[in-house]
């Protein structure tokens, strides 16, 4: 029987694109997340509140999508940042042509025939540099495509140009970089290192039952669902990012502990950074390994790394125990500072639930 992960994970087996409508896309998010029934009944109740002076779907006006000779192209410096060579060099440094982006524009009654770019002056700058000078042609020959928007005032561009660039735009979470760094590599045969290794990092949470996804898919609560990709799965920097043999010591673990819920957080972070540690100390992390350390976990804490659960009172009572046993000389004071700074509990972790050192002592078998 196909559970929901299996579901899930079926979608980065496809060796081609799958196309669907609107509808198809819609409906099948829905089903994912059935939390948003209600809530999409509400907005659309407020748009139609909000909006009743429209009655059909032309009148909402949108923009138009045209070509035009870059000579016609203003801008206006009032509205306008000032422009930033610097982002206009790593422009023309890393030109891609999919990356260009249409030139969103208005019409001024002052500037007949002309329009005025409101949004995407520095790919407009680079265009022009390419133009005329590295092909020397003149901005009357050149076509560029443009949007243009029907604007009556100009505040409300001003008012869309600092939303659009900030918080009106949906930043990427690493969710969204992580499927299309596993669906790259899948479908499109990516070369980069740190796509393959994403998807294979992928491929060891699908065979433990598991699945990447986030909150806002609103199946955050579904057996096998893995939340926590940041320092994870994924990093900011590939300097930070851990080995995809972490994420297979993590999976087996997975595997063996055998149980029907998600991940919590606390126990991805704590699982990951004690894996990545077995890792650079050199390791050996096998089956045996993991059945022991799997065991060692149900015994100690039942296995429960949530923020209630006891493992976290196993930490700060070994934490106590090594703050007395390296401060045997401390004072009954110092001793009872030791004992309110616990949560400064990583030097004791170090030396946790397992060993991943030369140390030979557990210091929570010894609490």
């Not at 045209?66 to 060579?85: G, P």
């Not at 003149?138 to 918080?167: C, H, S, W």
């Not at 669902?225 to 930070?240: G, I, P, Q, V």
């Not at 992390?285 to 993991?290: E, K, S, T």
């Amino acid at each position: 029987m196909n559970t929901y992960a299996d579901g899930i994970n079926q979608r980065y087996a496809c060796a081609k694109s799958h196309f669907i409508s609107l509808r198809e896309r819609l409906n099948d998010a829905l089903v994912r997340a059935p939390i948003y029934d209600t809530q999409l009944l509400s907005v659309i109740a407020e748009f139609k509140r909000r909006n009743n002076q429209w009655t059909k779907f032309e009148h909402l006006n949108l923009c138009r999508a045209l070509y035009t000779s870059m000579d016609k192209i203003l801008i206006d410096t009032t509205m306008q940042r000032s422009l930033n060579l610097r982002h206009v060099l790593k422009i023309l440094l890393y030109w891609q042509s999919t990356m260009a982006m249409a030139i969103q524009v208005y019409e001024d009654p002052n500037k007949p025939g002309c329009y005025i770019a409101w949004d995407g002056q520095h790919t407009a700058i680079a265009l022009y540099i390419i133009l005329t000078k590295i092909f020397g042609q003149t901005t009357a020959e050149a076509m560029v495509p443009i949007v243009v928007y029907n604007v009556k005032q100009k505040l409300e561009i001003r008012r869309n140009f600092i939303l659009l660039n900030g918080d009106a735009k949906e930043e990427l979470d690493f969710i969204d970089k992580y499927i299309q760094m596993v669906f790259g590599y899948k479908i499109d045969m990516a070369t980069d290192l740190e796509w393959i290794d994403t998807a294979l990092k992928n491929d060891y949470l699908a065979a433990a039952g598991l699945f990447a996804t986030h909150s806002k898919f609103g199946d955050e609560d579904k057996p096998g669902a893995f939340t926590l990709l940041a320092d994870t799965l994924m990093s900011k920097t590939l300097k930070t990012r851990k080995p995809v043999d972490v994420t297979r010591m993590f999976a087996k673990y997975w595997t063996f502990l055998n149980v029907e819920r998600p991940v919590d957080a606390k126990e991805a972070r704590q699982l990951y950074e004690y894996f990545n540690l077995c890792h650079e100390q050199g390791i050996k992390v096998d089956d045996d390994y993991l059945l022991e350390m799997v065991q060692l976990t149900r015994d100690k804490f039942d296995a429960d790394f949530s923020p209630t659960g006891p493992f976290w009172d196993k930490v700060r009572m070994a934490y106590v125990k090594w703050y007395k046993n390296a401060n045997s000389s401390s004072t009954d004071v110092e001793r009872r500072r030791g004992d309110r700074s616990w949560v400064r509990y990583r030097n004791a972790y170090r030396y946790s639930f397992l060993d991943c050192s030369d140390e030979k002592e557990h210091l929570i078998e010894s609490t």
